[in-house]
């Protein structure tokens, strides 16, 4: 998926549905029936008090729909969200809409039959919106997405300036800010203070999905992860240089990215651009300290991405809602239409004035986004949110989940420097020969 901003995209056709179902809603599998009088939708969402999103949307569509309510149900976050739901799909428990955080799991959801066909909504949507394909699977779709986050490096303006080093210019490979890292780290050190140049939280994503979209030939289905070799040993060096907290600091203290950026204990940061919405929240409420920040693009492979001349290559799941196929029949039209609302322009507006970066973009998208008080406007932190390649962390296929889970295990080991990078990374090919099958 390929961003750049301003963008000239058309409003997005987004019809008032009466549809007929795909795949059939409920049992019968016939043409969908219409509700007489108000619909109730409930929606699957986590952390209700610190993710807005979810209610976002639910007011947005009921302001232009007053016969239609949705109710979100509250999940658990994390992993533990997918567990919960797939049990109470298996228990006919689930709400009439739920959430694919991330692709890991579509392709279990759409292979178990757990997601209605909604062809009809994704054929109505623009054609541009970050991720749409994402969702196709067996020639039709069955879900569509209302964001599309991309991985950038957040700074620390102030704690730049304070250290007198260049702030980020758009033109780092991970060699520049690898260098950086350190060289703020000394200047802080120098002045007494514990900070360190940058933050990797402990998660899998923060080193292989950047090597995975930034490599040649990368692929996660061909049992072959010498790719993330060099990657890892950066962030080894980093964390032996003291430039970053270690793994094991982040994972026995549970640090927090929010709180390592938002107290300033670090000067940088990779991080999705969903971050913006809850830096500027906390910095608002008191959570976050007072200080000047920007977005730049992800550091880069080597130089020929390198610049605001060229696309930088970043990574980043689009997040996409599905229908519960057991839902019942009479609601099946009312919950297409709040998914194209979702995915349109109307979703679109809704999040980025609460600082969600939506799926689809539009110069009127990107100036609502940057209108809110507190998000930084300068060139970079503008291109740095509107320009990139962004390739998917978890490509469907009937083997993501299982190599992901392997790759799990291999980041553990190697950032714990429990296992050596070549050792783990045999043990993760020869697991994914044996157990995924590939290779």
């Given at each position: 998926m390929k961003r750049t901003t301003p963008i000239a995209i058309g409003t997005a056709a987004v019809v008032a549905l009466t549809l007929t179902a795909c795949g059939g809603g409920g049992e019968s599998g016939?043409?969908?029936?219409?509700?007489?009088?108000?619909?109730?939708?409930?929606?699957?969402?986590?952390?209700?008090?610190?993710?807005?999103?979810?209610?976002?949307?639910?007011?947005?569509?009921?302001?232009?729909?007053?016969?239609?309510?949705?109710?979100?149900?509250?999940?658990?976050?994390?992993?533990?969200?997918?567990?919960?739901?797939?049990?109470?799909?298996?228990?006919?428990?689930?709400?009439?809409?739920?959430?694919?955080?991330?692709?890991?799991?579509?392709?279990?959801?759409?292979?178990?039959?757990?997601?209605?066909d909604v062809s009809d909504v994704a054929a109505e949507l623009d054609p541009d919106t970050g991720g749409l394909d994402a969702y196709e699977a067996d020639g039709a779709h069955y879900a569509v997405p209302y964001?599309?986050?991309?991985?950038?490096?957040?700074?620390?303006?102030?704690?730049?300036?304070?250290?007198?080093v260049a702030q980020p210019d758009g033109s780092w490979t991970w060699d520049d800010y690898a260098q950086t890292a350190k060289d703020l780290t000394t200047a802080f050190e120098g002045a007494g203070s514990q900070a360190t140049g940058t933050y990797q939280h402990s998660w899998q994503s923060t080193v292989q999905g950047f090597a995975?979209?930034?490599?040649?030939?990368?692929?996660?289905?061909?049992?072959?992860?010498?790719?993330?070799?060099?990657?890892?040993?950066?962030v080894l060096d980093l964390q032996a240089a003291g430039a970053q907290p270690s793994y094991g600091t982040v994972t026995t203290n549970s640090l927090t990215y929010q709180s390592q950026f938002g107290t300033q204990q670090s000067a940088m940061m990779p991080m999705g651009t969903w971050y913006a919405a809850t830096l500027i929240a906390q910095q608002d409420s008191g959570e976050a300290n007072e200080f000047a920040w920007g977005m730049a693009p992800a550091p880069q492979a080597d130089e020929s991405t390198t610049g605001t001349d060229n696309v930088p290559v970043t990574f980043g799941d689009p997040t996409g809602m599905g229908i519960n196929p057991a839902i019942d029949e009479e609601?099946?039209?009312?919950?297409?239409?709040?998914?194209?609302?979702?995915?349109?322009?109307?979703?679109?507006?809704?999040?980025?004035?609460?600082?969600?970066?939506?799926?689809?973009?539009?110069?009127?998208?990107?100036?609502?986004?940057?209108s809110i008080d507190g998000v930084p406007t300068d060139d970079l932190s503008r291109f740095a949110f509107g320009t990139h390649e962004t390739k998917p962390e978890n490509p469907v296929a009937a083997s993501t989940a299982a190599v992901q889970n392997i790759l799990n295990d291999l980041?553990?080991?190697?950032?714990?420097?429990?296992?050596?990078?070549?050792?783990?990374?045999?043990?993760?090919?020869?697991?994914?020969?044996?157990?995924?099958?590939?290779?």
């Amino acid at each position: 998926m390929k961003r750049t901003t301003p963008i000239a995209i058309g409003t997005a056709a987004v019809v008032a549905l009466t549809l007929t179902a795909c795949g059939g809603g409920g049992e019968s599998g016939g043409e969908t029936a219409t509700a007489d009088g108000p619909v109730t939708l409930t929606l699957a969402g986590w952390s209700l008090s610190q993710t807005p999103e979810f209610q976002t949307l639910a007011d947005a569509y009921n302001a232009e729909n007053p016969d239609v309510t949705v109710e979100v149900q509250e999940y658990a976050a994390g992993n533990d969200y997918d567990t919960q739901m797939t049990a109470d799909l298996a228990a006919g428990t689930a709400p009439d809409i739920y959430i694919l955080k991330n692709l890991k799991n579509f392709y279990t959801y759409q292979s178990g039959q757990q997601l209605l066909d909604v062809s009809d909504v994704a054929a109505e949507l623009d054609p541009d919106t970050g991720g749409l394909d994402a969702y196709e699977a067996d020639g039709a779709h069955y879900a569509v997405p209302y964001r599309q986050d991309s991985w950038v490096l957040y700074y620390n303006k102030d704690l730049f300036d304070q250290a007198g080093v260049a702030q980020p210019d758009g033109s780092w490979t991970w060699d520049d800010y690898a260098q950086t890292a350190k060289d703020l780290t000394t200047a802080f050190e120098g002045a007494g203070s514990q900070a360190t140049g940058t933050y990797q939280h402990s998660w899998q994503s923060t080193v292989q999905g950047f090597a995975l979209a930034q490599s040649e030939d990368a692929s996660l289905d061909s049992a072959d992860y010498s790719f993330l070799a060099p990657y890892y040993e950066r962030v080894l060096d980093l964390q032996a240089a003291g430039a970053q907290p270690s793994y094991g600091t982040v994972t026995t203290n549970s640090l927090t990215y929010q709180s390592q950026f938002g107290t300033q204990q670090s000067a940088m940061m990779p991080m999705g651009t969903w971050y913006a919405a809850t830096l500027i929240a906390q910095q608002d409420s008191g959570e976050a300290n007072e200080f000047a920040w920007g977005m730049a693009p992800a550091p880069q492979a080597d130089e020929s991405t390198t610049g605001t001349d060229n696309v930088p290559v970043t990574f980043g799941d689009p997040t996409g809602m599905g229908i519960n196929p057991a839902i019942d029949e009479e609601k099946v039209a009312a919950a297409k239409d709040f998914l194209a609302f979702a995915a349109g322009e109307g979703g679109a507006e809704a999040l980025a004035e609460i600082g969600i970066t939506p799926a689809l973009f539009t110069d009127s998208v990107v100036e609502t986004f940057f209108s809110i008080d507190g998000v930084p406007t300068d060139d970079l932190s503008r291109f740095a949110f509107g320009t990139h390649e962004t390739k998917p962390e978890n490509p469907v296929a009937a083997s993501t989940a299982a190599v992901q889970n392997i790759l799990n295990d291999l980041h553990t080991a190697v950032m714990s420097e429990s296992t050596p990078i070549d050792a783990a990374i045999d043990e993760a090919e020869s697991r994914a020969a044996s157990e995924a099958g590939i290779g």
